[in-house]
């Protein structure tokens, strides 16, 4: 586990490392009341500088996350980069897991209550509305919303 300067933890968080998981939070940060950090198998959690983590969020890391600097991650958000095999000849919770990275980029907005899923990127300056399950790449500066995510706006300069 690494801590940068000036780090803000309010209230209680969670910090699960098993096997040879990372957790890194740089500069400037702010981890709010009952945020859990799990990095499992090789995986690293990497939050930027002046990054905030709102209320309640998870962050499940299987692979790696990587939070880029300047990101607003709203309450009870979900990032989960792993997720079980489902074969049909096997119980579920006997199977193993499968994971991929995810990537949010610089100055990126999650609404409250919002789902990323693993393999997604996150493009600077995106936009995810409350409630929205993101499962597929975002563009650059996107407004998303929905169930899944769909693309309903550009960020501008009014």
């Keep these: 586990i690494v801590f940068g300067k000036n780090l803000k933890i309010v209230g209680n968080i969670e910090i699960f490392l098993r096997e040879n998981g990372t957790i890194i939070i740089k500069d400037n940060s702010k981890i ?12 690293k959690i990497e939050i930027g500088n002046y990054t905030t983590i709102g209320k309640g969020s998870v962050l499940n890391a299987g692979e790696n996350i990587k939070i880029g600097d ?10 989960q980069s792993s997720s079980h095999s489902f074969r049909k000849d096997q ?16 100055d990126v907005w999650l609404g409250a209550h919002t789902t990323i899923l693993q393999g997604v990127r996150l493009s600077r300056g995106s936009i995810i509305g409350a409630n929205s399950l993101v499962n597929k790449n975002t563009d650059e500066y996107g407004i998303y919303a929905g169930c899944p995510a769909t693309k309903i706006s550009e960020r501008n300069n009014n």
């Design 32 to 43: 709010d009341d009952g945020v859990r950090l799990l990095a499992a198998n090789n995986a």
């Design 70 to 79: 300047k990101n607003l991650i709203s309450g009870y958000c979900y990032i």
């Design 91 to 106: 119980n579920i919770v006997d199977q193993n897991h499968h994971a991929k990275e995810i990537i949010t980029e610089n």
